[in-house]
Antibody, heavy 118, light 106 residues
């Protein structure tokens, strides 16, 4: 069974940073691209970042470019998102998602909440 | 950036009725469009990919159509579990989502 489990969210002050993790199991992690998608409270879904299966290619939404860094450790079956210079509008549930069938998000984690507040 | 505009924002229907949701892209995305369903407190679930292909385990009452800039998700007869928010998403040029359509019980 495919499972994606996020962790690392929490309360952080404006300007602060966190590292989010997504532990994958039930599939060959190293053969799939992975994404982060976020959802602000009561709002819609927003693509954040993507990484190729071997980590060589990374992509970012303009809203997070230069502040967030995506990475992965295929030996640990884990995806990461280093989030920095956090602002109030970064507050959201952050989901990791597998880029599966035809490049769409076929599996999602349960999300981890990042709260930005002083 | 390709913008996706969904309409209507809210659709009020009764169980058994047909739901028709629209997604319009600001430029052509060919058939590179998916639909997701999200229920409160849950992660989204992939329903339709490449505009018209049902994902594994998705009931036949869900169907998708369209190409280029205009897409439709149709739920032929609403079941109680179908009341949720639906998002379209394109992967033709980067990745973007529509703002969502809420299907609520009338």
């Amino acid at each position: 069974e495919v499972q994606l489990v996020e962790s690392g969210g929490g309360l952080v002050q404006p300007g602060g940073s966190l590292r989010l993790s997504c532990a994958a199991s039930g599939f060959t992690f190293s053969t799939y691209a992975m994404h982060w998608v976020r959802q602000a409270p009561g709002k819609g879904l927003e693509y954040v970042s993507a990484i190729g299966n071997n980590g060589d290619s990374t992509y970012y939404a303009d809203s997070v470019k230069g502040r967030f860094t995506i990475s992965r450790d295929n030996s640990k079956n884990t995806l990461y998102l280093q989030v920095g210079s956090l602002r109030a509008d970064d507050m959201a549930v952050y989901y990791c998602a597998r880029s599966g069938i035809r490049g769409y998000y076929d599996y999602w984690g349960q999300g981890t909440l990042v709260t930005v507040s002083s | 950036e390709i913008l996706l505009t969904q309409s209507p924002a809210t659709l009020s229907l009764s169980p058994g009725e047909r739901a028709t949701l629209s997604c319009r892209a600001s430029q052509s995305v060919s058939s590179c469009l998916a639909w997701y369903q999200q229920k409160p407190g849950q992660a989204p679930r992939l329903l339709i990919y490449d505009a018209s292909n049902r994902a594994t385990g998705i009931p036949a009452r869900f169907s998708g159509s369209g190409s280029g800039t205009d897409f439709t998700l149709t739920i032929s007869s609403l079941e109680p579990e179908d009341f949720a928010v639906y998002y379209c998403q394109q992967r033709s040029n980067s990745w973007t989502f529509g703002q969502g359509t809420k299907v609520e019980i009338k």
